[in-house]
C-alpha cells in the first residue's frame, strides 16, 4: 500500500473497531447493581460531517468520527470521548477526552422543576504530545415542566463553560467563560419501529456569547438550530440530526465568521 492509500485509511482503522466492539458487545453485557441502584452505560459511535466545539470548525470543514464510552449511576456519569478527523492532515489534532460529572431534577413534579448538571472535561492530544490539551467545567439549568406546549414543553436553558489550559499544554491561551442561551422542545411523533415505545423529533435554538476564551473577540459569536431524532431497537439506538450554525460576529478575532450546515449519525447500545 503506498503512502497517499495509508493517509485514507489510518483515520478509519479505530472507528471501524468502535463498531466490531459494538456488535459484539451485547451478548457479553449484563446489569450491575452497586448501593441497591442500577449501573448502566452506553457505546456508541457519531459520524459528523464537521467537528463544530463551542462554534470552532476545528477541522476545517472535515469529518470526524466521536466514538463515546459512558457508565452512569445515581445520577453521576463518566467516560471518555474521541475527535478522530476522517482527513489524514488533521492527525494531529485528535482527541481523547475523558470526562466526569452529575446531573439531577429537583422538584420533578412541579412546574418550577429544575434539571441541572455539572461536567469536567479534560481535552488531551496525543499525537502532540498532549502541548495543545485544555480543560473546560460546564454547568447548565434548565426548566423542563415550565412552557407547555400542546403535547410537549418549550424547556429554557442555560449553559455555561469556562475554558482553561491544560496541565501539559504549551499554548498559554487566554482562559474564559463561554455561555449559552437557548431552547429545547421534544415533540412526539408515532413510533417507526415497531416495539419502540416512545419517539421524539428534538428540536433546539441557541444563541452562544463568548466572553474571550481562546484569544476569541467578546461578543455575541453564533447561533444554531438543531432537529434530531431517534429509532430504538433492543436497546440499540440510532440518531440522524442536523444543524445549522449561523456567525453573528465578523470581526477578526471571531469564533467562527462562516456559516455552518452539519449532518450527524449516530449508532449505540444502551446495557
Known amino acids: ?63 470526524t468520527f466521536q466514538p463515546r464510552w459512558q457508565m452512569e449511576w445515581n445520577g453521576f456519569y463518566a467516560g471518555v470521548v474521541g475527535e478522530w478527523p476522517d482527513a489524514g492532515g488533521f492527525v494531529d489534532q485528535t482527541e481523547i477526552n475523558p470526562f466526569l460529572g452529575y446531573e439531577c431534577t429537583l422538584f420533578p413534579d412541579d412546574w418550577y422543576a429544575l434539571y441541572n448538571y455539572i461536567t469536567y472535561i479534560y481535552y ?81 435554538w441557541d444563541v452562544t456569547y463568548n466572553d474571550g476564551a481562546l484569544q476569541a473577540n467578546s461578543a455575541w459569536s453564533h447561533t444554531s438550530l438543531g432537529a434530531s431524532t431517534t429509532f430504538e431497537w433492543n436497546n440499540f439506538y440510532l440518531t440522524p440530526a442536523l444543524e445549522a450554525q449561523l456567525s453573528l460576529d465578523d470581526s477578526p478575532w471571531a469564533v467562527n465568521r462562516e456559516d455552518e450546515l452539519v449532518a450527524s449519525f449516530t449508532v449505540g447500545y444502551r446495557f
Open 1 to 63: 500500500m503506498n503512502d497517499s492509500n495509508r493517509s485514507l485509511v489510518r483515520p478509519l482503522r479505530m472507528p471501524c473497531l468502535l463498531i466490531a466492539c459494538l456488535l459484539a458487545f451485547p451478548s457479553a453485557s449484563s446489569s450491575v447493581e452497586l448501593w441497591g441502584e442500577t449501573v448502566e452505560g452506553r457505546l456508541d459511535i457519531t459520524y459528523s460531517s464537521q467537528y463544530l466545539w463551542h462554534g470552532y470548525d476545528v477541522f476545517d470543514e472535515h469529518g
Open 124 to 204: 488531551t492530544h496525543p499525537h502532540t504530545g498532549n502541548q495543545l490539551d485544555k480543560q473546560e467545567l460546564a454547568n447548565g439549568l434548565a426548566f423542563p415542566n415550565m412552557i407547555p406546549l400542546g403535547p410537549a414543553r418549550l424547556v429554557p436553558f442555560v449553559d455555561t463553560f469556562f475554558v482553561w489550559d491544560g496541565t501539559q499544554s504549551s499554548r498559554n491561551f487566554d482562559a474564559g467563560n463561554i455561555v449559552v442561551f437557548g431552547l429545547t422542545c421534544a415533540y412526539p411523533l408515532p413510533p417507526l419501529l415497531a416495539g419502540q415505545e416512545r419517539q421524539d423529533l428534538d428540536l433546539r
